[in-house]
């Protein structure tokens, strides 16, 4: 069974200091796609950040940087110089991607998440 | 298009009644998923369209649940006989061709009293 485990409920984290969110995940598929998302209270889900499996090259979008190592099948989320807006519910999810067939549904399993609060 | 919209919001229905909830996804995009996420978890997959063909069903999707895409626009998902178990986030979500380019609407929050 492919699953994504986030093993840290909940984080605080000073305004402007960094703080790294971790996932695992685990598959046997070769092929995929990883997300961190956010989910503001009572708003809507957000995409921070996403990475293919087959790029060696970590992925960064502004102060969203990860550290992906496909071997340990580990994903985590860098978030620098933290702001106020910040503060959400972040998680992290995994795709598989299949170049032929039908079986590419795109279907995301994600992880239980981190309830991230930056403090002023 | 201003996005993946969802109706209504919010849901309060008695235990036993009927309810169905609306997705309109963006207009180019041709897949569709519905998911359910409960207090504090991470939304699990319910099911799949590709246009109007339902092509995955998760096994969280009861006999009590039914979910169409008319001609591969707007989704409704229904729930029978709800019961306080089925009280959740129902969210939706479409993207193009791949899940490169998801985009989730804000949900319809039920509870069943």
């Known amino acids: 069974a492919q699953t994504v485990t986030q093993s840290q409920p909940e984080m605080s984290v000073q305004e402007a200091e960094t703080v790294t969110l971790s996932c695992t995940y685990d598959t046997s598929e070769n092929n995929y796609y990883l997300f961190w998302y956010k989910q503001p209270p009572s708003r809507q889900m957000i995409l921070v950040i996403r990475q293919e499996a087959y790029k060696q090259q970590n992925a960064t979008e502004n102060r969203f940087s990860v550290n992906f190592q496909k071997a340990a099948k580990s994903f985590s989320l860098k978030i620098s110089d933290s702001q106020l807006g910040d503060t959400a519910m972040y998680f992290c999810a995994f795709t598989t991607f299949h170049y032929y067939g039908s079986s590419n549904t795109g279907k995301l399993i994600f992880g239980q998440g981190t309830t991230l609060q930056v403090k002023p | 298009d201003t996005g993946v919209s969802q109706d209504p919001r919010h849901k309060i229905t008695k235990r036993g009644q009927n309810v169905t909830f609306r997705c309109d996804p963006i207009?180019?995009?041709?897949?569709l998923y519905w998911y359910r996420q409960t207090l504090g978890q991470g939304p699990e997959f319910l099911t799949y369209?590709?246009?109007?063909?339902?092509?995955?069903k998760s096994r969280l999707l009861s006999d009590r649940f039914s979910a169409e895409r008319p001609k591969g626009s707007f989704s409704t998902l229904e729930i029978q006989r709800t019961e306080q178990g089925d009280s959740a986030m129902y969210l939706c979500?479409?993207?193009?061709?791949?899940?490169?380019?998801?985009?989730f609407g804000s949900g319809t929050r039920l509870t069943v009293v």
């Open positions: 979500a479409s993207s193009g061709y791949s899940a490169y380019g998801y985009t």
């Open positions: 369209f590709q246009n109007e063909a339902q092509l995955e």
């Open positions: 207009s180019e995009h041709n897949r």
